[in-house]
Nanobody, 121 residues
Framework: QVQVVESGGGLVQPGGSLRLSCVAS????????MNWYRQAPGKQRELVAG???????NYADSAKGRFTISRDNAKNTVYLQMDSLKPEDTAVYYC???????????????WGQGTLVTVSS
């Protein structure tokens, strides 16, 4: 089993910045990738950014140039630096971890409970 905990959400004004953190723990053999998803009110969950253990990154078009994903493999932690925030960035942000557990030889997806980001004046 893998536990995932997000933190760093809150209320920020348009144009402001916020950094989200996600820590994975538990029976982890290795982590293949860590991703940030978000779900705004009335909308489907969407991928915001992802990063592999090797450092390869990908971003949604809406996040490119404003968000930066990074990780600390030694701490099983991923960060999402969010700059130039817009009201449309308001959503619950979820951390997704794809990992190999110690009791299985196939990869599993684990999700955090989410952290709320509200961008408003």
């Amino acid at each position: 089993q893998v536990q995932v905990v997000e933190s760093g959400g809150g209320l920020v004004q348009p144009g402001g910045s916020l950094r989200l953190s996600c820590v994975a723990s538990g029976s982890i053999r290795s982590i293949n990738a860590m991703n940030w998803y978000r779900q705004a009110p009335g909308k489907q969950r969407e991928l915001v950014a992802g990063i592999t253990s090797g450092g390869s990154t990908n971003y949604a078009d809406s996040a490119k140039g404003r968000f930066t994903i990074s990780r600390d493999n030694a701490k099983n932690t991923v960060y999402l630096q969010m700059d130039s925030l817009k009201p449309e960035d308001t959503a619950v942000y979820y951390c997704n971890v794809n990992a190999l557990t110690t009791d299985r030889w196939f990869a599993m997806d684990a999700w955090g409970q989410g952290t709320l980001v509200t961008v408003s004046s």
